[in-house]
């Protein structure tokens, strides 16, 4: 999950048409967080440095976890959350800097990304529509579908677009 954040950037900046971009030297960069995560998450009961303490709590039929979040927790979401919002950001500006018969894919593309930063945010804060029950896989599966979705209206996938842009600025 810690990389996330970083495919989906990546997957924006493709379908904004910066093909090129990330390049491997900033990649790398931009993943030391998540693999540092990775890392703190797999090995955690030695520092507690991702969480302080969990438990799962069995209520009214339903199994809930309550953690405790350590510093790294913090460093990880805030670090998420700017590369997810700058997602939304060249999402936004692409929306103006085009035709308009890409304008609802980059509309769709920017709900899809922006539903899984709510719901997560929401959770964090402890606005929930029942106790314990969070809303961010619900969430990241509706956000799959809007951004597939706008993957095919602007025919992002397709291999012939592809090519022909190739032949084009050749």
Do not use: C
């Not at 927790?73 to 500006?93: D, G, K, P």
């Not at 899809?112 to 106790?131: C, E, K, R």
């Not at 209206?153 to 600025?169: G, M, Q, R, T």
């Amino acid at each position: 999950i810690a990389i996330i954040p970083i495919a989906l950037a990546s997957f924006v900046l493709r379908f904004s048409g910066w093909h090129q971009w990330p390049s491997k030297p900033v990649l790398t960069i931009l993943l030391i967080v998540p693999v540092l995560t990775s890392i703190l998450v797999l090995t955690n009961s030695f520092h507690h440095l991702f969480w302080k303490s969990y438990e799962f709590i069995v209520q009214d039929g339903y199994t809930e976890l309550r953690s405790e979040y350590g510093p790294w927790f913090w460093v990880h979401a805030i670090y998420s959350y700017l590369v997810i919002i700058s997602s939304i950001v060249v999402a936004l500006t692409m929306w103006g800097n085009t035709w308009r018969v890409y304008r609802k894919p980059i509309i769709l593309l920017t709900i899809g990304i922006a539903l899984p930063l709510l719901a997560n945010v929401l959770s964090l804060i402890g606005i929930q529509p029942w106790p314990g029950l969070d809303l961010s896989p619900v969430a990241f599966g509706l956000s799959a579908i809007f951004m597939l979705a706008a993957a095919q209206l602007s025919k992002f996938l397709n291999v012939i677009p592809l090519a022909h842009d190739s032949l084009v600025e050749q």
